[in-house]
């Protein structure tokens, strides 16, 4: 079977994805990022001698022969290059978040439904140790019927993290709505039990950012949002989006009729699975406290690959999905359900929690209703100044902090001793 000839837009991320695609042997035979050394820094460093290169989207996805692409540039501009990928019938992984308004997700839907390619979301978390092992319980029905699951991401960022991933003032991250990175907390609860998001309200958690908490602060102090949902089989998610408080860590908890299951944070990915005691299975007792063994004919890849081998499985998937012609497990449908309720979840905590509808755009009722729904938190790569604030509550921009952006990060840079890392 010949490999899939794909490309990848997007370096700064894409050198992860990049390494697991040539695990999963794909011929990368186009790579296109804007800044042209670190092209070739990769090229480089890729033993990819002559792989194309591109500083250009639109001359990237004209590379003859290229059959699929993964988009990982920023985090609020991925619909547009992936609407250019679909119309050319090019088979599409992409980052999250899929969309960041409500136009771009219907675009991106009806780009998808005319295409002939196949459109992923590159949701890594779906594929974690232990979220495969909470997969396999939930599938294996001895939880009853599933009535509620959590999810939560925190990862608190450290101010010298500041420096790498928040470069200058106007960056994504600064900007970023709690409730839109998403797709880590409820992207698997949605796996799991196989229940889509109908009905979404959302609570801020505030609390203002001080002198030592480096460049954070700047447009909002949001350090999460407490998110539910009602879903279309009447079970409850309540989860986070990109949280910043406590300790680092994801945890996931599913509950059922029967029993529940949850990964347990601080463990090294152990599984808590308890039953009523009246309704455990055979061989099981009340409270089951172990680390999972996954069973892959790839474990030796898995064991290379970021994010608990969560970065390899997604373009296996991927690439299995266009070989074998079917749907994804994460499609379309289900990356724009997932971004509907990032963007109304933020509308929902601007609002005191309203409660939001979240739209299926398989209708076109639907889709009609928000075509025209361009509201976003994030500045244009053209210029284009955000259309809706990206905080819960209003706040005052602090112009000094802007204005000496570039001051902050050389100090954090100089107490954290990271001037050797960055050279």
Not at 113 to 119: F, G, H, L, T, V
Not at 313 to 331: A, K, L, M, Q, Y
């Amino acid at each position: 079977m010949k490999p899939v000839k794909l490309g990848i837009f997007g370096l700064s991320r894409g050198i992860s994805l990049l390494r697991n695609a040539i695990l999963n042997k794909a011929d990368v035979v186009a790579l296109c990022d804007m800044n042209s050394k670190r092209l070739e820094d990769v090229k480089a460093n890729s033993g990819l001698d002559t792989v194309a290169t591109y500083t250009d989207f639109d001359s990237f996805i004209e590379h003859e022969g290229m059959e699929a692409v993964i988009i990982c540039n920023f985090f609020h501009e991925h619909a547009k290059y992936a609407i250019k990928a679909l119309e050319k019938n090019i088979h599409v992984l992409s980052e999250c978040l899929s969309n960041v308004t409500m136009a771009e997700g219907v675009a991106l839907v009806r780009a998808a439904e005319k295409s002939n390619a196949i459109y992923m979301l590159e949701e890594n978390y779906l594929f974690t140790s232990f979220n495969r092992e909470i997969k396999r319980i939930c599938d294996g029905g001895t939880l009853g019927r599933i009535l509620f699951a959590e999810g939560e991401y925190n990862h608190p960022f450290w101010p010298q993290e500041s420096v790498l991933y928040k470069p200058y003032a106007y960056h994504w991250r600064n900007m970023i709505p709690a409730t839109y990175y998403v797709t880590h907390s409820l992207a698997p609860l949605m796996l799991f039990t196989g229940a889509t998001p109908k009905r979404v309200t959302a609570m801020p958690v505030y609390a203002e950012y001080g002198k030592k908490d480096g460049t954070n602060g700047i447009f909002h102090h949001d350090r999460a949002a407490a998110i539910t949902t009602l879903n279309d089989d009447d079970s409850v998610f309540r989860f986070t989006g990109w949280a910043q408080f406590g300790g680092d860590g994801e945890h996931y908890r599913v509950c059922g009729t029967k029993g529940q299951i949850e990964n347990v944070m601080g463990t090294d990915g152990k599984i808590m699975l308890r039953y009523n005691r009246w309704q455990k299975p055979d061989g099981m007792e009340d409270t089951n406290f172990y680390k999972p063994i996954i069973e892959d004919e790839d474990k030796e890849f898995l064991e290379q690959a970021g994010h608990d081998g969560g970065d390899f499985i997604t373009i296996r998937e991927f690439i299995g999905s266009i070989r074998e012609n079917r749907r994804p497990i994460f499609d379309v449908y289900s990356a724009t359900a997932c971004a509907s309720v990032a963007i109304l979840a933020h509308r929902s905590q601007m609002g005191n929690g309203i409660p939001m509808d979240i739209p299926d755009f398989r209708l076109e009722d639907d889709k009609k209703k928000f075509e025209n729904d361009n509201l976003s938190p994030f500045y244009g790569s053209d210029g284009s100044e955000p259309t809706v604030r990206c905080s819960s509550r209003p706040v005052d921009i602090d112009f000094d902090k802007i204005d000496n952006y570039q001051k902050t990060l050389d100090e954090i840079t100089k107490e954290y001793g990271l001037i050797d890392i960055l050279q």
